[in-house]
């Protein structure tokens, strides 16, 4: 489950990295919307797992100059830095290998393996589940499993799910 970028986010991608990585954070996400000439950045300190305002001003102006002046970039094009946010989306590896301790919520397609007792549960039926991350086992070729404790009505489960089936998947704090 590996993010996969082509043609100008993929350029984005590759002057962005360095720069940020430069200043001690982490890149953790990008967006680019090309309709809308928006490159969302969404950075962190490892440290913290989040971001405050002024880191997100440092690395914002450690780019301006870049932006000003490489020719490939659209000169109307706006860039956002962020923090992943409390309900950061989960899309590679590393974000699910963050993510051990957490709650999250993962949307996912197919078939579970499940016991007979866990079929009959009404919240596996939306397809959506919710609990706190375990552990990740890598599975080669990219792929690995998810390990949680899902958070059902009656009671909490064990389940296992493979990244291939995840549609979606992002934090879900209780607050």
């Given at each position: 489950?590996?993010?996969?970028?082509?043609?100008?986010?993929?350029?984005?991608?590759?002057?962005?990295?360095?720069?940020?990585?430069?200043?001690?954070?982490?890149?953790?996400?990008?967006?680019?919307?090309?309709?809308?000439k928006l490159l969302r950045l969404f950075i962190m300190d490892d440290k913290t797992q989040t971001a405050v305002i002024e880191d997100c001003v440092k690395v914002d102006?450690?780019?301006?100059?870049?932006?000003?002046?490489?020719?490939?970039?659209?000169?109307?094009?706006?860039?956002?830095?962020?923090?992943?946010?409390?309900?950061?989306?989960?899309?590679?590896?590393?974000?699910?290998?963050?993510?051990?301790?957490?709650?999250?919520?993962?949307?996912?397609?197919?078939?579970?393996?499940?016991?007979?007792?866990?079929?009959?549960?009404?919240?596996?039926?939306?397809?959506?589940?919710?609990?706190?991350?375990?552990?990740?086992?890598?599975?080669?070729?990219?792929?690995?499993?998810?390990?949680?404790?899902?958070?059902?009505?009656?009671?909490?489960?064990?389940?296992?799910?493979?990244?291939?089936?995840?549609?979606?998947?992002?934090?879900?704090?209780?607050?």
């Open positions: 489950m590996e993010v996969k970028r082509t043609g100008l986010e993929q350029k984005f991608f590759e002057l962005c990295y360095p720069v940020v990585a430069e200043l001690n954070y982490t890149l953790y996400d990008m967006d680019y919307l090309n309709g809308q102006r450690e780019l301006t100059p870049f932006f000003e002046n490489n020719e490939w970039i659209p000169e109307d094009i706006v860039l956002e830095v962020s923090s992943p946010g409390l309900y950061r989306k989960l899309r590679t590896l590393q974000h699910f290998e963050w993510s051990i301790g957490e709650r999250i919520a993962v949307k996912y397609r197919g078939e579970l393996e499940l016991t007979e007792e866990l079929k009959k549960e009404k919240a596996l039926k939306n397809k959506v589940l919710v609990g706190e991350v375990k552990e990740i086992q890598p599975q080669g070729d990219g792929n690995f499993e998810i390990i949680f404790d899902v958070e059902l009505k009656n009671n909490n489960a064990v389940i296992n799910i493979n990244s291939q089936q995840i549609v979606s998947a992002h934090w879900e704090p209780q607050l």
